[in-house]
T-cell receptor, first 112, second 113 residues
Framework: AQTVTQSQPEMSVQEAETVTLSCTYD???????LFWYKQPPSRQMILVIR??????QNATENRFSVNFQKAAKSFSLKISDSQLGDAAMYFC?????????FGKGTRLSVIA | DTGVSQDPRHKITKRGQNVTFRCDPISEHNRLYWYRQTLGQGPEFLTYFQNEAQLEKSRLLSDRFSAERPKGSFSTLEIQRTEQGDSAMYLC???????????FGPGTRLTVT
């Protein structure tokens, strides 16, 4: 079975600082898609960023960027200039024409 | 475009009762997914549809669970003879194709007493 591992159950960051959330995954496929989703407390899951495995360039969305290391099967999320609204559970997920496989999540706290 | 909607948002039921949840996907999306999320965990896949065809079911989906998407639009998830272990958040998501991003609804929180 394919697995996605998030080794940091909890992280904290000072407001305006930068934080990196880690994710590793297991796959035998060469073409797939990776995602980071954000789930604020008692609110619905929203997509933060997406990376296609065939693209070497790391995806960026405003303050959010990824470091995709295909050989190492690593997909970390960097949040720059952290804001109070970034506090949430963050889930790493993978798919390839299949349902998403999620990690267990990292709870991010932002300290004012 | 109003996004993915789910109804009800909360359901409290007694053990042994049947419950049914509804999901309305984004209108142009042909794929619809059901996931289950327990406290402190990531969502786990249950089943998914492409149009009206149910393409895959997880081993998590016991015989007490059934899902339909009769006209390729909305979907229902029914749980028969509920057990306390069924207590969870049931999430619905939709996408256009298999490589498209999945958009999630707000979920239905089920509590079995």
């Amino acid at each position: 079975a394919q697995t996605v591992t998030q080794s940091q159950p909890e992280m904290s960051v000072q407001e305006a600082e930068t934080v990196t959330l880690s994710c590793t995954y297991d796959t035998s496929e060469s073409d797939y898609y990776l995602f980071w989703y954000k789930q604020p407390p008692s609110r619905q899951m929203i997509l933060v960023i997406r990376q296609e495995a065939y693209k070497q360039q790391n995806a960026t969305e405003n303050r959010f960027s990824v470091n995709f290391q295909k050989a190492a099967k690593s997909f970390s999320l960097k949040i720059s200039d952290s804001q109070l609204g970034d506090a949430a559970m963050y889930f790493c997920a993978k798919c390839r024409d299949t349902p998403l496989v999620f990690g267990k999540g990292t709870r991010l706290s932002v300290i004012a | 475009d109003t996004g993915v909607s789910q109804d009800p948002r909360h359901k409290i039921t007694k053990r042994g009762q049947n419950v049914t949840f509804r999901c309305d996907p984004i209108s142009e999306h042909n794929r619809l997914y059901w996931y289950r999320q327990t406290l402190g965990q990531g969502p786990e896949f249950l089943t998914y549809f492409q149009n009206e065809a149910q393409l895959e079911k997880s081993r998590l989906l016991s015989d007490r669970f059934s899902a339909e998407r009769p006209k390729g639009s909305f979907s229902t998830l029914e749980i028969q003879r509920t057990e306390q272990g069924d207590s969870a958040m049931y999430l619905c998501a939709s996408s256009f194709g298999g490589q498209g991003e999945q958009y999630f609804g707000p979920g239905t929180r089920l509590t079995v007493t």
